[in-house]
């Protein structure tokens, strides 16, 4: 298992940390089976009354580290989960949902499956620097998280095109407008001020009445077990393309894209 995933119980705060900072925190394979398996954690710990997924160093996460994941996806044709734990994006229709809530800080680069997390978290901060990218369609790709979804519902269809169709970067300020986020707060002050909400739950909400609370908002969103499927359907025929081969040569070898549409 992913050494680059770490989870402490501090006060009722299950504190989810990234922690491979030296590769910009990009996800392997191994890494996104821990972050699944520390969701599990958060679930049946009884004395975790809230997660906070943060990162160590200057960056949330690059995204997937695509050389090392992009082939294992086309055979297991999907992400991969802990036996028994909640899906990080909240999409695999088997795994078990999370009835805690999960706050989400990020600094410095937040990229592709930054915001997938982002989205299906459930209250959301930023440091001052942070810089978001939805950049998959530069790489031949379509994001795989629940981000199509997601982003047009919390922004709004054309604001979230605005971006997605382009991967083009917006700061902390942009996506507060967006709402995606709800507080930007100064680089240095990010995890304490968001341990700090956090704690606030943990201390003083009742934990029936939270995860009645966040049951009941799952519920009136509707079923949309059908249209994440189709949308992961789509995104790993993407990964069977030329384009897509090319999306990853190209940022590899640190050269613009010639994509042929095949």
């Not at 949902?97 to 997938?116: E, H, M, N, S, Y």
Request: proline fraction near 5%.
């Amino acid at each position: 298992m992913s050494n680059f995933i770490k989870t402490e119980n501090r006060e009722g705060v299950l504190l989810i940390g990234i922690n491979r900072p030296e590769a910009r925190n990009a996800f392997t394979w191994d890494m996104f089976i821990a972050l699944s398996k520390a969701y599990g954690e958060l679930e049946s710990d009884s004395t975790a009354k809230v997660g906070l997924l943060y990162a160590e160093g200057k960056h949330f996460t690059m995204g997937l580290d695509l050389a090392e994941v992009s082939e294992r996806m086309k055979v297991e044709r999907g992400f991969p989960l802990y036996p028994g734990a909640p899906d990080p994006h909240d999409l695999d229709i088997q795994a078990p949902k999370r009835t805690k809530p999960l706050i989400f800080a990020a600094q410095g680069f937040c990229f592709t499956l930054g915001i997938d997390l982002l989205l299906s978290s459930d209250v959301r901060f930023a440091a001052s620097n942070a810089i978001f990218s939805q950049f998959e369609v530069g790489r031949g790709l379509m994001p795989l998280g629940g981000s199509t979804l997601r982003f047009p519902k919390v922004s709004g269809k054309a604001n979230a095109l605005r971006y997605m169709l382009t991967g083009d970067q917006f700061d902390a300020n942009e996506a507060f407008r967006l709402g995606l986020i709800q507080g930007i707060f100064p680089t240095r002050e990010l995890f304490d001020q968001s341990y700090a909400y956090a704690l606030r739950i943990a201390k003083h909400s009742a934990p029936l009445a939270v995860r009645e609370m966040l049951a009941a908002i799952r519920f009136s969103e509707g079923d949309k077990d059908k249209i994440f499927q189709d949308i992961l359907n789509r995104g790993l025929v993407l990964l069977e393309s030329e384009d897509f081969e090319e999306g990853v040569r190209s940022f590899v070898e640190k050269r613009p894209p010639k994509f042929k549409g095949k």
